[in-house]
């Protein structure tokens, strides 16, 4: 149901807490990455297509810290910017827009209140909402988890990502927790399912750990956009090594050869 024709697009996602962006394997044992501002900008000059950026422990002090952050990230890029955490109604939209967010990725608030996502899409338009999706394939099937991945809910993925389809959100950004951070390869089959039952963009995050897994997301798993991390943030990948290898196997990138 998707429009095919458009370039697939490689997504690194900078996950701050406290100011520092951090990384972990299935959203526990995080370690230090980088600095947040210095990433983005590395990224955006390597030809990265957007930048995710998410404030995975967004109290409120945090909150003001990470605001503060955002600007001067914005300040640095030339590419779309969808920021996260912490998100649970239209005045933390404002905020992180005017600070020089493109999109806002909210979860955990649109589980809670489904309502969220109706509001941004009507206030902003499709384009600025992001639905983050966490999910794991458990014994009765893929279930959505909230509170960065402690607390399932019953809600089935594939329920859940149609009902944020038809509220308006513009693009889905679904992580299977269970292959985050272990560069095992995405959850291909899961997202292929999605590809096909929502009329929107999917975003494959959990698993990136080769060029060749970045290549099944697109061609198996029919994502839109892979995001990843790790695999970006500690140089096992480059973006520009990683885009030529998707050129020449044929996929449509943003690459000029």
């Known amino acids: 149901m998707n429009n095919r024709g458009l370039a697939k697009r490689i997504i690194p996602c900078l996950d701050v807490r406290n100011g520092e962006t951090v990384k972990g394997t299935n959203f526990v044992n995080l370690r230090h990455a ?8 590395a990224y955006s000059d ?3 297509d957007e930048l995710v950026f998410l404030d995975i422990t967004a109290s409120f002090e945090g909150r003001k810290t990470f605001t503060d952050m955002v600007s001067r990230v914005a300040a640095e890029i030339n590419i779309p910017f969808t920021v996260g955490g912490g998100i649970a109604e239209l005045s933390d ?9 493109d999109k806002i990725s909210v979860n955990s608030a649109a589980i809670r209140n489904p309502g969220l996502i109706d509001e941004i899409a009507r206030h902003y338009g499709a384009q600025v909402c992001v639905c983050a999706i966490d999910a794991r394939l458990d014994s009765d099937g893929w279930h959505c988890y909230v509170e960065g991945g402690r607390k399932r809910v019953e809600r089935g ?7 944020v389809s038809d509220r308006g959100a513009g693009e889905i950004l679904f992580t299977s927790m269970d292959h985050d951070g272990v ?5 291909n089959e899961a ?20 060029m060749e897994h970045f290549r099944d997301a697109f061609t198996v798993g029919k994502a839109d956009a892979a995001l990843a ?7 096992e990948i480059k973006i520009p090594d990683l885009k030529k290898y998707l050129w020449e196997q044929g996929i449509n990138v943003r690459y000029n050869p």
């Open 34 to 41: 980088g600095d947040p501002v210095e990433l983005a900008k």
């Open 46 to 48: 390597a030809g990265a």
């Open 93 to 101: 939209v404002d905020r992180l827009l005017h600070a020089g967010a």
């Open 157 to 163: 993925l594939f329920d859940w990502a149609k009902e």
């Open 183 to 187: 560069q095992k390869g995405f959850a």
């Open 191 to 210: 997202l292929a399912r999605l590809s096909d039952e929502v009329s929107i963009p999917v975003i494959a995050s959990g698993g990136a750990g080769t």
């Open 229 to 235: 991390a790790s695999v970006f943030h500690f140089g």
